[in-house]
């Protein structure tokens, strides 16, 4: 393979990097590898129908697997994710399930244990790992424990939320400026979220005993891990504790168990905030890597995307000895899509999806995201059934009617599938070469000279003896650029459009077509 020469520093800062890694033993970094793919997030209500009642469910799922993998390399006719992330299955109240009634079963309109055990295996069949949404900040407020502590002082359940004292000040509110103190029959309690969503008491050991017996009994079922619900927010009343303590012993425990289990956190903050509980998960969603590569889409100008991730891995790896993996994303079921947030541009959906597909980490995919759905505004908005058809077939959800056809449906499968340059098919090409490619998938990353042209984002990722070299043109204008300590040509793996280049000095002149990207190995 032909290796690309780069500039000193930037190779100074892969093996800042890279070499707590080669130092590492064969079997951890295995370990470290086998944790690395791309994850596919599912919304459970919205994405497939399995049973007729229009509502998505986990038959419905098990049906569409193909879909997201069909089990064989060969082909790419399929997504090709290596993992996915279901939202809450519990037993709940309200369409999103997150708040819990019963974290020991399924509800009865997203199916059984039967059918999540069929969807285990078959998704391990494929390869595919699935993480399920484990909420602990908070419960229903019709669990039998809150049932009990809200109803009878005495309970022994009284001690799992938390109960205001008569010196508390009931109108202090949240951090959103919202009411955190409800009214109860024997109390106020405090419930961040929402009246109907109970904190819970995360300073009680016996609740901490609780959740680690719930982790134990889904890993006993085959998953493969969690995602960790609003994971920063346990101690929220009380700023003197920190809840990264415990998800240190959270995370002790279910390796105890499953040495391979992976944990993603969503901790909604800043990098600095975040870095801590690096301690703990293997991954956490990097919320403001997504907030930077939307504008930088839009407006066509770098703001130093390179440079900021390369600071929050340096922060994350001081926590995680090295080992972090970061979780790039560009919106979930809690934010306004990213075609919403692009305008609609087909281009720019791309161009955005080539970036956070070549950065390292583990990409998580929001169902609909591959097809350039829009949604924006309330919750519910921006967790629309999943479009498999124009029209309407088999396995369609119809919980709610779109908002968004504008004129239009929203885009579905059936109309990109067929089509090369779709965004679909666009999605597929780049995992496909991303889970071929040792450096795409599990390199670290370094930043490539660019001069001064704000116009082009590129940089090198290394695994190994694996290096390559990605070079975007977010504008919409055709650029050139010379990129500095750069020998061309490599193997191209990967072009979004046309672009040409020639030997200059010490370096190589590129000119990129406009939204355009270029992989070279």
Request: hydrophobic share 40%; aromatic share 12%.
């Amino acid at each position: 393979m032909r290796k690309l020469r780069t500039m000193l520093l930037a190779w100074l800062l892969v093996a800042a990097v890279v070499l707590p890694l080669a130092a590492a033993s064969p079997a951890e970094q295995e370990l470290y590898a086998s944790k690395h793919g791309v994850f596919y997030q599912i919304f459970v209500r919205s994405f497939a129908d399995g049973d007729g009642d229009g509502l998505g469910d986990l038959r419905g799922i098990i049906e569409r697997l193909d879909y997201l993998n069909d089990g064989d390399p060969q082909t790419t006719s399929d997504l090709g994710v290596t993992g996915i992330w279901l939202t809450p299955i519990h037993p709940s109240p309200t369409y999103h399930k997150y708040d819990v009634v019963d974290y020991y079963a399924i509800d009865p309109e997203i199916g059984t244990l039967a059918d999540f055990q069929e969807l285990i295996d078959q998704a391990h069949a494929r390869g595919m790992k699935v993480i399920l949404d484990l909420v602990c900040n908070h419960t229903s407020s019709q669990h039998p424990w809150f049932l009990a502590a809200s109803s009878d002082p005495e309970s022994p359940y009284r001690d799992y939320y938390i109960w205001a004292d008569p010196e508390t000040p009931l109108t202090r509110r949240g951090p959103w400026n919202q009411i955190v103190w409800h009214p109860a029959s024997t109390g106020h309690y405090y419930g961040l979220f929402w009246s109907e969503m109970p904190d819970l008491n995360w300073a009680n050991p016996k609740v901490r005993e609780e959740f680690k017996a719930v982790a134990a009994f889904w890993l006993e079922q085959g998953v493969d891990g969690f995602r960790l619900d609003a994971a920063k927010h346990l101690f929220e009343h009380d700023p003197s504790r920190k809840a990264v303590d415990w998800w240190l012993e959270f995370s002790d425990f279910v390796r105890s168990l499953k040495p391979d289990v992976y944990l993603v956190g969503e901790v909604w903050d800043s990098p600095h905030v975040v870095a801590p509980y690096y301690g703990a998960f293997d991954s956490a969603f990097n919320f403001d890597l997504a907030d930077r590569i939307i504008p930088i889409v839009r407006f066509g100008l770098d703001t130093g995307l390179v440079a900021a991730l390369l600071q929050q891995h340096a922060q994350y790896n001081a926590y995680a000895q090295g080992w972090a993996i970061d979780a790039p994303f560009l919106s979930n079921h809690d934010q306004d899509r990213v075609m919403s947030q692009l305008f609609g541009d087909w281009n720019q959906a791309k161009m955005a999806a080539a970036i956070y597909l070549t950065l390292p980490g583990n990409p998580f995919i929001y169902a609909g995201e591959e097809i350039g759905m829009q949604g924006r505004g309330e919750h519910e908005n921006i967790r629309e059934p999943f479009k498999w058809y124009e029209l309407d077939g088999p396995g369609q959800t119809a919980w709610r009617s779109s908002l968004f056809n504008t004129g239009r449906w929203q885009p579905s499968v059936e109309s990109q599938d067929g089509d090369p340059g779709s965004l679909l098919n666009h999605y597929r090409r780049l995992i496909h070469l991303r889970l071929r490619e040792p450096a795409l998938q599990l390199g670290s990353l370094s930043e490539v000279d660019c001069g001064d042209n704000p116009r082009i984002i590129a940089y090198g990722r290394r695994w190994q003896d694996e290096l390559a070299l990605v070079v975007h043109n977010i504008s919409r204008q055709e650029q050139e650029v010379l990129l500095t300590g750069v020998s061309l040509p490599g193997e191209i793996l990967f072009a979004s459009g046309p672009y040409s280049f020639e030997l200059d000095g010490p370096g190589c002149s590129l000119v990129l077509a406009p939204c355009t990207t270029v992989i070279w190995k």
